[in-house]
């Protein structure tokens, strides 16, 4: 998506409900995700690439910053009952079936470049979707739905046909896809292309994956996927490769195979489904990446296959989870993870698991905080997300960048930020997780505040305990901060997570929790003029 962050020391504070225009170059993002919304009370669901579906320490892997105490529930604002995150944009689905986006979620591109580039740092309402929508799918540069009537709609980019109306025109706002005018049972965008599984258990798909599908040529209308008629219970589209699961529990992949992504033992690409290797039956889950994929078994272990580099080859990350750096074509076991998994989501050379408590942990690259762990440091084994020990309900991972979905239908995210994927409504990266704006009540959240007192004191928690670090310096006279999180009150103080627009030295992570008064009411902290 991007070549190099600017972190925290050089970030763009943007006023919140601002509008902004982002501008992300086109880079196969794997987290082509479906989400689902539940009909009853929510359950666990896989909210990455797995449409259909609901160890030994490394010296990689740094250790999380202690967690940070959950804000206040929200009091109002539609709850978000699924998720689903790519590269510059994420997406939710509300619990009255609509649909709300945030980052660079029109995202699209022309003869090789951005012509069109728009979007918000909060969510938004996708216009003719404010109801009805049974599932979301989030690709590179575009994102599908599906509708309660078993129909599709995607927007976007187009240049390959991702969008499946039968032209090959980007569409800011949702279009059909031609002959899917009911019996879909899930979704799943990919790279370049989109697919769906019908009723009967077959697979269609549109676009290009690379390989054409088997079909000869590029599709800019849904095409069978040959050999998979039917018997298919869930579908996870990748960058280029895909895979499906069987009503038997095994799984088939298709697509480019340069670094293994197929499992098959082998790095010939094929645009037919070929069998992963050791993973005939006993498979509960899928989720495909930028070049690799994983599997849930029904015993809650997770084994991983494909590149366990940057999006394929080049330097080492992780994203297999089996503390080494070394691509695999067939599948390895994740580190650490011998059962009570419920979820996982593969993203672009990271990799999620949503544990059984509610819990939450990754693996793999972490240069923006993708992690969640408070630092960016990669890990090549599962690491503990800051904060997220529970509550967590549904995982999306996205290109750099990862969200979840918590009880009561908030979502907090973590990670890149640079198009305002975080839905924050600012554009700094984090390596904690940080609510998306729109339940929150707090008009402060994602604001500009400066220092009005002199020697302003930073703490890792919202309290003054003994647990609670004293960061140094102490922010001087005039700084300006951008609020994260809050309000919570504690000590006799109200507290807000801030980090600062300009570099200040603290020691690590470089944000903290700061009281907005004395406890005489005069104020140490104020919204910016």
């Not at 609510?435 to 928690?461: F, I, K, M, Y």
Request: net charge negative; with cysteine; proline share 6%.
């Amino acid at each position: 998506m991007r070549s190099s962050h600017s972190g925290f020391a050089t970030a763009i504070v943007v006023a919140l409900f601002v509008a902004a225009a982002c501008t992300s170059t086109a880079t196969p993002v794997p987290v082509v995700t479906t989400s689902t919304r539940p009909t009853a009370s929510p359950s666990i669901e896989v909210t990455s690439p797995t449409p259909s579906t609901s160890a030994t320490p490394s010296t990689s892997a740094a250790s999380p910053t202690p967690a940070t105490p959950a804000p206040p529930t929200p009091a109002d604002g539609p709850a978000f009952e699924a998720i689903s995150a790519d590269g510059g944009h994420t997406c939710a689905l509300t619990s009255g079936g609509g649909v709300k986006c945030w980052g660079d979620w029109i995202y699209s591109i022309s003869g090789g470049g951005p012509s069109q580039s728009a979007g918000t740092l909060i969510p938004v309402g996708v216009p003719g979707l404010a109801g009805g929508v049974s599932a979301i799918s989030a690709g590179v540069a575009h994102t599908c739905t599906l509708t309660d009537g078993g129909e599709v709609k995607c927007w976007g980019n187009n240049e390959l046909g991702a969008l499946g109306d039968g032209t090959t025109t980007d569409s800011t706002v949702p279009v059909d896809v031609s002959g899917l005018a009911g019996g879909v049972q899930a979704i799943s965008a990919g790279g370049s292309h989109t697919c769906a599984l019908m009723d009967g258990g077959g697979v269609k798909c549109w676009g290009s994956n690379g390989l054409r599908f088997g079909s000869g040529n590029a599709s800019t209308v849904p095409v069978d996927v040959v050999g998979l008629a039917s018997g298919v219970i869930a579908i996870a589209a990748g960058g280029a490769h895909d895979c499906a699961l069987t009503s038997g529990g095994g799984v088939k992949c298709w697509g480019a195979n340069s670094y293994g992504a197929l499992g098959n033992g082998t790095t010939y690409s094929t645009p037919f489904p070929v069998d992963v290797s050791g993973l005939g039956s006993g498979v509960s889950a899928i989720a495909a990446g930028s070049a690799h994929a994983c599997a849930l078994t029904s015993g809650g272990e997770v084994k991983c296959w494909g590149s366990n580099g940057y999006g394929g080859g080049g330097y080492g990350h992780g994203q297999l989870g089996d503390g080494t750096t070394t691509d695999s074509t067939v599948p390895v076991d994740v580190s650490g993870l011998a059962g009570g998994v419920q979820a996982i989501s593969a993203g672009g050379s990271h990799t999620c698991a949503l544990m059984d408590g509610g819990g939450v942990k990754c693996w793999g690259s972490n240069g923006y905080g993708q992690l969640g762990n408070g630092t960016r440091t990669r890990s090549l084994v599962p690491v503990d997300v800051s904060g997220l020990e529970s509550g967590a309900i549904a995982i999306s991972a996205g290109w750099e960048n990862t969200c979840a979905l918590m009880v009561g239908g908030r979502v907090t995210c973590w990670g890149a930020n640079y198009a305002g994927q975080l839905g924050a409504g600012i554009t700094i990266d984090s390596d904690v997780p940080i609510d998306v704006w729109g339940l929150e009540v707090d008009p402060l959240l994602g604001s500009l505040v400066v220092t009005v007192a002199d020697r302003v004191r930073v703490r890792s928690q919202p309290r003054v305990a003994d647990d609670s670090i004293k960061y140094e310096p102490v922010l001087p006279l005039g700084t300006e901060l951008v609020v994260l999180d809050g309000p919570v009150v504690a000590s006799g103080y109200t507290w807000y997570k801030v980090v600062p627009v300009s570099f200040v030295k603290l020691e690590r992570p470089r944000y903290g929790w700061v009281p907005m008064t004395g406890k005489d009411g005069e104020p140490w902290v104020r919204p910016a003029q």
